[in-house]
């Protein structure tokens, strides 16, 4: 099954892939792609989950989506602002401090993808639900 899923996803038959998804969990599909785009480095995989996102809009392929460009794709140009795009999407979905922070690691980069006045402010939002939240304190400090 993992050997199909893979040649599947690589080969751009993503219907195929997709179909294979639906007899596993979420861990588990997130560990195959996480896999797959470790040992490929192929950005077939970020394709992939794009096209999962669309077809099935679950919050875990957007969490996937950030995931996959900031760890294995990190190298690809643009990447990281791929990751942010996605960090936002998760806000729109859930306003919380996990995706709060998510959206504060572009700020500790060094392309600094959020300016110091936008990462205040989440931080702010942050410390309103976690009063001893330490990467907004940081944030704060600085």
């Known amino acids: 099954m ?24 979420d861990n588990s599909i997130r560990d195959m792609i996480m896999t797959i785009a470790y040992d490929t480095e192929s950005i077939g995989v970020y394709s992939f ?24 794709l990190c190298f690809v140009e643009g990447a990281y602002s791929v990751a942010l795009f996605h960090a936002r999407q998760l806000l729109l979905i859930e306003k919380n401090v ?12 060094p392309e600094k993808l959020i300016d110091k006045e936008e990462a205040q402010c989440i ?8 009063k001893k939240n330490k ?8």
């Open 123 to 130: 931080a702010k939002e942050i410390l309103k639900m976690e």
């Open 98 to 109: 996990a995706n709060l922070e998510k959206i504060l690691f572009f700020y500790h980069i």
């Open 49 to 72: 989950i794009r096209y999962m996102i669309e077809k099935t809009k679950k919050r875990s392929m957007v969490e996937l989506a950030v995931d996959i460009m900031i760890n294995p």
């Open 135 to 142: 990467v907004a304190l940081d944030v704060i400090k600085k």
């Open 2 to 25: 993992k050997e199909s899923f893979r040649m599947n996803l690589l080969q751009g038959k993503y219907k195929e892939a997709e179909e294979q998804c639906k007899s596993m969990d």
